[in-house]
DNA sequence: CAGAGGGAACCTCAACGGCG
DNA sequence: CGCCGTTGAGGTTCCCTCTG
């Protein structure tokens, strides 16, 4: 393969697909054939560009109907030919636009009387699937389809089984719209009452799940008070200070804090190593297997930093590889997420528990914890690397406390 | 993170057979 | 013969997982 073909973009790769089903008129597997690629993956490019493959038998014979037609047989002739029915051959024909001769001899079109079944027309009025419908009547889902088309159902039938999808995603728009601006009101309201509920309510808004043993109001209210007024004194207070005020220890004044946005007075500055050095750590903590969204997040720098000091240096990273993958929709482990969840674990918090703090799905963190022995090892390294020492353990607050 | 493809659910097509 | 139904192969769509 020459390199400007393995430059070539999806979106082109699927250009030169689709033309060559386009042009061609090809069958998908011979269109699989000729690209190497799997049926599965021609029809996902189809679907994507809303190109319509005729399915194998219904193409062939539509282009021997065609190709008849053009040789100038007449209709009956056609039809002898192929051996289709009447209303068949018309519709391909019709269809394609193509006039044919007229016989002599006409076949006349066989008459179909439908006998209708009002509880099947209940249901498809409903929009039911042809499997449920079948089972009702007890018969194969494909005596349905049947009886739909041949009583001329089956337009209003299609049209009926998209309505609760849509009607369906309608409502989850609207609801989720409502709670929206509810969420929004609330918050507007707990500011308008002081600084410090409006934090509070900005954290239980922030919280992903609904957690059945929350943390106390009236704490979190005086936690924030309590962080604004060091924050007027000036002074670098800790957070084991600021949490003393409601019995609440520095990582999880630390851990509540961060979730709305609200960084150390303590250490403000950046600890962190700074130019040639800090390009050797992002290099280092790369080559390590981290991404650079996980680099950013131990250096505590933001990921376009690390982003830009590796273009510079012209060096290309790779796609690092995630620790584990669950699903694109559900989440992903990354080193960032196996610390975070380490850190509440030591803190003695559940599984559930952590994965509603962090907003995850529980079988994220059940799976880093089960993995703990070989992912902290690569966390702790990758510390290591940053500070300069090795850490007890495999989270950045651990680091911080101990500079105390 | 995007691409490739597996799998399930659902749908479609062609061929054929039973029955009145 | 024509209607109604079944069978079996195969297509479409959507969602999910694995991989580099």
Known sequence: MSEQEQRLSIEEKMQQILKIIDDSALHITEVAAKTGL????????AWRSDVRLHPKFQANRKKRVAALAQ????LDEIITEIGLGYG???????KENIQVNKSSNPIKPRTRVCKRKPHIDELI???YILEEMAKTDGVTREAIRTYINRSGQYSFWRQQREAPITEQKNREEVTRQLISI????TLQLAYQESWAQ???EEYFQSLHRVNKNPRPREKLVKLFEAYKKAEETGENTSFEEIGSVVGYKAPNVRWILNKVGITSLNFTKQYFPRNKRQNEVFIELIDLGLTKTDAAYFCE??????EMRMQRLGRKVPNARLIKQFSPNIERLTYRLASQVYEAQDLRFENTKIAKLLGVNSKVVDYAIEHRETIAPTIIKAI???RGSKPDVPYLQSARINDC
């Open 125 to 127: 009025a409903k929009g």
């Open 301 to 306: 720098v933001t990921y376009s930093t690390v």
């Open 71 to 74: 040789e100038g047989k007449t």
């Open 182 to 185: 509810l969420k929004q009101r």
């Open 198 to 200: 409006g934090k509070t």
């Open 88 to 94: 068949t051959v018309k519709k391909y024909l019709h």
């Open 384 to 386: 290591e690397i940053i």
């Open 38 to 45: 799997n049926t599965k993956t021609i029809s996902q490019y």
